[in-house]
């Protein structure tokens, strides 16, 4: 039973507005088991633990520090990194008694006070004005920490990475997990059921939970294991900087290209993190993350598109403006099981499916299959489920022989009715965003125009029917054009010598394919000029965020059939 349990109203309203996004998620967490979480100060301040300027202020007025002149008023907005900075230094003074600037404490001083900071942190942090922290009474008026719980109790191999020094999350993991989760996968029994680190150089446990702190660890115990630095001031974010430069943070870096991470309480104000993410962009242009823009009001307007649009150009980054209680139901909705999603799925207002299956297609040689293989955080298909047959290899359709086109024609028409059984039955069980690699209609444009009806008709006759239809499955097609030439040059290193007018014959039979659907849930990608890399993200935009109704591939096939082009 999950404590502050999301209303199902509310569950289906958030579903109904960002049906996409969680189709993504669920589909990272149940299938792929690749979802991550990071989070900022915003997740520790709704236990009512100081944010950055809070903490600052209150180290101020530490007796041993007595900085509070050095800091702007209340009123005025504090610089958090170089007035930490500033407080570390006044410590530092007072406790080495330094005559002026010319002069540095030794290296056995500096360790003695870098360990008294840490205590004074510690104490600033934990010691608040009303008592002691205690985490058992603030986590039942935390917005949406039962939720990250009941996910990460389904996942025990889970990786939650924290910016905060704190041990929230630790903390609530070791209240609130029964026996039975303390079990790694392999049925020992943990005396603790997760594992907090700072050194992303140490092998990461995967029997249970970790919790990656990339800034230090401070746990509230003073017996627990802590680390010896923190990241929180100027000098150390420097530092951390160019060790990113230098790869020291790579493990933070292969967790980017290789989850699909939700940022909650975060400000995107850590050049750190921004620099990982945008260094990842590049990287793999197809790889999203999702990043919570908190607002307190429900009922507050959203900030304008262009802010949407820059994290997505700079970071791959797709914004989500939400609530904390819009933030419980994300993560209600990314956990709750198969049977109940299609359950919520049917009661929303509106066609909300379970899965969405989009075909990226075109011409040989226009970037689709390479697009494709930066877009794996979705549910993806290659463009054969098996090994390719050795004639598709060696040269183009138009240069096969008669006896080497019905071997080809013979073995495509048993591996289509496979693939498009494998994409529907994937996607009739499984939540998620499915990308599939070329549509089960283009087999009939790699046909002359007299044969278009001939080889239509034997394609519906080999899939099996749904519901006393041709059983394809039906998908929003995103159809990649480019300029012939160009197409003729690259497939000249790999098929021999094709021409650019065998390559606009090719791309207008998919052309007038198309336009018999007068290109309804088709959307037209013109690639001319533009890197792989911009193809890529353009494709990511139209997946996240374009429409995508569905093409009726059943009916054209149909239409295919009777009349071809």
């Known amino acids: ?39 900022g100060s915003g997740f520790s301040k709704d236990f009512k ?14 007796p041993q520090v007595d900085g509070a002149g050095l800091l702007p008023d209340e009123n005025e907005k504090l610089s958090p990194l170089r007035d930490a900075q500033l407080l570390f230094e006044r410590l530092l003074s007072r406790e080495t008694n330094q005559p ?60 939650l990475v924290n910016y905060n020094f704190d041990d929230c999350v630790e903390q609530m993991i070791q209240l609130h997990w029964d026996g039975d989760h303390i079990k790694n996968p392999a049925g020992v029994v943990r005396a603790r059921p997760y594992e907090a680190i700072w050194d992303a150089r140490l092998r990461f446990n995967n029997d249970i939970v970790t919790i990656y702190h990339p800034n230090g660890f ?24 160019i060790d990113m430069m230098a790869g020291h943070y790579s493990a933070m870096q292969h967790y980017l290209l290789n989850k699909t991470c939700v940022i909650i309480g975060h400000s995107l104000n850590d050049s750190g993190l921004a620099h990982l993410l945008r260094q990842a962009s590049h990287l793999n242009p197809g790889q999203v993350h999702y990043y919570v823009h908190f607002r307190k009001d429900s009922d507050g307007k959203e900030e304008g598109e262009e802010l949407t649009d820059v994290l997505f150009e700079n970071y791959n980054l797709r914004r989500l403006h939400l609530t904390g209680k819009e933030i419980a139901a994300l993560l209600t909705l990314i956990r709750v099981d198969e049977n109940d999603f299609r359950s919520l799925c049917k009661e929303c207002k509106g066609t909300f499916p379970t899965s969405i299956t989009v075909y990226v297609t075109g011409c040989i040689r226009v970037g689709k299959t390479t697009t494709i293989s930066s877009l794996r955080s979705f549910d993806v298909f290659d463009e054969w489920p098996g090994p390719r047959h ?11 022989t008669d006896e080497q086109r019905i071997v080809v024609d013979d073995w495509v028409m048993k591996n289509i009715p496979d693939k498009n059984r494998l994409v529907r039955e994937k996607g009739d069980a499984v939540s998620g965003i499915i990308v599939v690699d070329r549509c089960p209609v283009d087999a009939v444009t790699f046909q002359e125009p007299e044969g278009v009806k001939a080889k239509a008709t034997r394609l519906r006759d080999a899939i099996p029917q749904v519901e006393q239809r041709c059983g394809l499955r039906n ?26 007018a065998d390559m606009a014959t090719y791309q207008e039979a998919f052309d007038a394919m198309w336009r018999r659907m007068d290109y309804k849930g088709i959307t037209r990608i013109e690639i001319d000029g533009e890197s792989i890399e911009v193809v890529i993200k353009r494709v990511l935009r139209r997946i996240l965020f374009g429409d995508l109704e569905e093409c009726r591939l059943d009916l054209l096939l149909d239409e295919l059939c009777e009349k071809g082009y």
Not at 49 to 62: G, T, V
Not at 233 to 238: D, Q, R
């Open 475 to 500: 998908g929003h097609v995103i159809f990649l054009v480019g300029d012939p030439s160009e197409l003729a040059r690259r497939a000249y290193s790999k098929q021999g010598e094709v021409t650019p």
């Open 49 to 62: 633990l100081p944010d950055w300027e809070k903490l600052i202020r209150r180290i101020a007025e530490h």
């Open 1 to 39: 039973m999950v404590e502050n349990a999301v209303p199902r109203e509310d569950l289906k309203r958030f579903l109904e507005q960002y049906h996409r996004v969680i189709l993504h998620l669920r589909y990272a967490h149940k299938s792929a088991k690749s979802l991550g979480i990071i989070l």
């Open 100 to 159: 002026d600037t010319a002069s540095r404490p030794s290296y056995s001083e500096c360790r003695r006070v870098q360990r008294l900071w840490l205590a004074i942190v510690h104490d600033s942090l934990y010691h608040l004005p009303t008592g002691e922290f205690d985490l058992g009474e603030a986590i039942d008026k935390h917005a949406y920490a039962w939720q990250l719980l009941e996910l990460l109790r389904q996942d025990q191999r889970f990786t």
């Open 390 to 400: 050795e004639f598709l290899l060696i040269q183009p359709a138009s240069k096969l």
């Open 218 to 241: 401070l746990p509230q115990n003073p017996g627990e294991r802590k680390s010896s630095s923190i990241v929180f001031a100027e000098n150390s974010f420097a530092d951390q900087l």
